[in-house]
């Protein structure tokens, strides 16, 4: 490993000034870490700034990394339908992930690529994205889809099981967030342990991640 990797950090690459659409043209010429080089490209959040609810999943997977969108494969798929089931217009939302690379191990014949969870150092240099992502939306609530997510908001003491369904207060991020300390947090399960769960258990999950969901939208009021 080389000295600069040693220090994996997103923040040269932050954009002094300028809104959404700077801090997505900077974020596309990110290499704060390794994540970078074998990803196709930078996946940023998608959605505008008067959105008041922010979700927040991992990373990329493999069909986002292809086209350049959050959520656009099949956990997309899952959460869409879970934000409409709780009443919640996925259109009316900002949607990103706590890492904007995808991860990924490549084996086989046919090479498939298989998603592999980011360690904490490379969420850890990502998180000046999501802080600057929080700031310039400042939603009223945000959304942590599963323990990457969870950890990036809320610390690595957080356990999606104990910790999901219920408003937590949502701590300042690297000193980017919100100061005030009046924003909301509230976890539920990732959209994928929807769709990996065995056929008994995945009617319950998905039930879990709308009702976790609709705790956010009455906070929306
Ligand atoms: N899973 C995530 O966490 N984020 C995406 O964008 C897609 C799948
Ligand atoms: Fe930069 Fe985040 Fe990509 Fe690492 S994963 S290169 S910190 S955008």
Excluded at 26 to 37: E, K, V
Excluded at 86 to 105: E, Q, S
Excluded at 144 to 173: E, Q
């Amino acid at each position: 490993m080389t000295a600069a990797e040693d220090r994996y950090d997103a923040t040269p690459y932050l954009p002094g000034r300028g809104g959404l659409a700077a801090l997505r043209e900077a974020a596309a010429g990110c290499h704060g870490c390794p994540l970078h080089r074998a990803a196709t490209q930078t996946v940023f959040g998608a959605g505008g700034t008067s959105a008041r609810l922010l979700l927040v999943g991992e990373q990329p997977g493999d069909q986002e990394d292809r086209k350049g969108h959050p959520f656009v494969g099949p956990a997309g798929g899952v959460l869409n339908r879970a934000l409409e089931e709780a009443g919640i217009d996925p259109d009316d939302t900002y949607v990103t992930n706590a890492v904007k690379h995808f991860k990924f191990t490549q084996s086989g014949p046919g090479k498939r690529r298989i998603h592999k969870a980011p360690d904490l150092r490379e969420m850890r240099a990502c998180r000046p994205w999501l802080a600057a992502e929080l700031r310039l939306v400042d939603p009223d609530v945000v959304v942590a889809l599963g323990a990457t997510a969870g950890k990036a908001l809320l610390g690595p003491s957080f356990r999606v099981t104990r910790d999901r369904g219920v408003a937590l207060p949502l701590p300042p991020l690297d000193g980017h967030g919100d100061e005030e300390g009046e924003g909301v947090v509230v976890a539920t399960l990732h959209p994928s342990a929807v769709l990996r769960a065995d056929d008994e258990e995945q009617a319950r999950a998905y039930a879990g991640l709308v009702a976790d969901l609709r705790v956010a939208g009455r906070l929306l009021g």
